[in-house]
């Protein structure tokens, strides 16, 4: 079975950093791509960034570029993003969700991020 | 990047309604197109994709279909458990994209 567990999500004041992680379980990691995604609250899903399953292709959404950095670490089967420079509109649920061929069949169950003083 | 225009936004319908929801792409994206339905609180869940491709376990009442610029999901026999947001989602190229999402509500 397919898991996906995001953990790292807080409370932080704007201009702050926080690295999210997902931990990749049920499916060979190190084949995959993976994407995260995030909702703010009452608000529909919004695409962040999608990385390769070697880490050799790496993309951003317009609204995370320069401050947000996709990355994984294949042999513990795990995903990361580091955010940076946060602001208030960043607040979200971020979701890690495996990439297939981009129709993102699995998701994780969500870490929540505040940007607020 | 490719905008996804879904409609309607909500819509009210009762136990044992068909529904449809209308998601339009604004360039052709040949069938890569998948749609989620979510409940409050919980993730999103992926129901099909390639359009018309039901994913494992979902229940056929489900359906989808459309190529280029226009695709639908159907879902016949409305239960209680159904009632959700559903979101449609572009995959032909990055940026992904999503539609603004369809409330279905228990009339």
């Known amino acids: 079975e397919v898991q996906l567990v995001e953990s790292g999500g807080g409370l932080v004041q704007p201009g702050g950093s926080l690295r999210l992680s997902c931990a990749a379980s049920?499916?060979?990691?190190?084949?995959?791509?993976m994407n995260w995604v995030r909702q703010a609250p009452g608000k529909g899903l919004e695409w962040v960034s999608y990385?390769?399953?070697?880490?050799?292709?790496?993309y951003y959404a317009d609204s995370v570029k320069g401050r947000f950095t996709i990355s994984r670490d294949n042999a513990k089967n795990s995903l990361y993003l580091q955010m940076n420079s946060l602001r208030a509109e960043d607040t979200a649920v971020y979701y890690c969700a495996e990439g297939g061929f981009g129709e993102l069949p699995y998701w994780g169950q969500g870490t929540l991020v505040t940007v607020s003083s | 990047d490719i905008q996804m225009t879904q409609s309607p936004s909500s819509l009210s319908a009762s136990v044992g309604d068909r529904v449809t929801i209308t998601c339009r792409a604004s360039?052709?994206?040949?069938?890569?197109l998948a749609w989620f339905q979510q409940k409050p609180g919980k993730a999103p869940k992926s129901l099909i994709y390639?359009?018309?491709s039901l994913q494992s376990g979902v229940p056929s009442k489900f359906s989808g279909s459309g190529s280029g610029t226009d695709f639908t999901l159907t879902i016949t026999s409305l239960q209680p458990e159904d009632f959700a947001t559903y979101y449609c989602?572009?995959?032909?190229?990055?940026?992904?994209?999503f539609g603004g999402g369809t409330k279905v509500e228990i009339k």
């Open positions: 390639a359009a018309s």
């Open positions: 989602q572009q995959y032909n190229s990055y940026p992904l994209t």
């Open positions: 360039q052709g994206i040949s069938n890569y």
């Open positions: 049920g499916f060979t990691f190190n084949t995959y791509s």
């Open positions: 990385i390769s399953s070697s880490s050799s292709a790496i």
